[in-house]
């Protein structure tokens, strides 16, 4: 039997940035048709008209409210697509409906006091939460993780990150991608900020020591110019950098420099595509996986509200 998805929002993540033609996946609504074992009952939007439009492309109903949605419909999975700012409202409104799984939407909330009262209610509820923190669900990137956890690259050394659109909003997905890598952030140095996207939400500039050791520059690109997404760790003995927001991976291996000899330097040894553009299915698979068989969720809540904590740490130092 399939479980039955609702999707709450039905704006681009939700529904239109591709269609049931499309070779990418971007969309909820896409993976969980090309993932198989959901049905999509329907979209909830304030705006009917796009609830209307997304239910044409991808199937079943349109609702104006959560509350017509479970007047009429029974629901496994709800996926929750909406603005920043209503994360935190819709999460607590989901609290007490019959559901079983919540896939999110990042950040899931915005700030530590939202974090802390989620946490404290969720923890107690049987429904289980995965937030899209998209790159965790690359298996390119979860390959290299397993390296770092295994000691091959050496010790972390030191790290950039390049972001823009808002440190929650968008510098958040390199927060938690640093975290998922190396580990948890230590102490904390704001060097500047600009407010390219969100008055509420600024783009920051910081120094991060990591627990474990080394340091990572966390640097704002002012989105009004373009957009950039790029991580560059340096460990012991390998450099890897993701680019290209995440379909590019470059690996550096430490040898002889092919130009002076004595000299050891980080040498380019590979360059591959990673299934980014389909990160949106591997993350609906591991939540079919869990359902069906207890599988870990690659993002569960409490991960990526340690993300959003970490995140109001940087802003308010």
Known sequence: ??????????????AMLDAPQSPLILTHAHGYKACGGFDIVGFVDPDV?????????????????????????SVDVVSLCLPDELHCATLLALADKPIRFIFLEKPAVRTSAEADEIDNIYRKLPVRVQVNYTRRFVPEITKIREAIRAGSYGKFVAGTGYYGKGLVHNGSHMVDLLRFLVGE???????????????????????????????FYLRHIDSRKFHIFELDLIFENKRVRICELGTIIEE????????????QTLNKST?????YPKAMYHAIANIR????????????????????????????N
């Open 1 to 14: 039997m399939n479980y039955r998805v609702a999707i709450v929002g039905a704006g681009r993540i939700g």
């Open 49 to 73: 008209d796009k609830a209307e439009a997304a239910s044409v492309r991808w199937g079943g109903s349109s609702f104006e409210s959560i509350g017509n949605l479970f007047a009429t419909q």
């Open 185 to 215: 952030v230590g102490t904390v140095e704001k060097i500047s900020e600009t407010r390219d996207f969100y008055d509420d939400d600024p783009s920051v500039s910081a120094l991060l020591t990591m627990q474990a050791g080394g340091d």
């Open 252 to 263: 550096y291996s430490v040898g002889e420099n092919k130009f002076f000899e004595g000299y």
């Open 271 to 275: 360059e591959y595509d990673t299934e």
């Open 289 to 316: 996986n869990n359902l069906e068989r207890n599988e870990p969720l690659i993002c569960p809540l409490e991960e990526s509200l340690e993300t959003v904590k970490t995140c109001s740490r940087i802003m308010r």
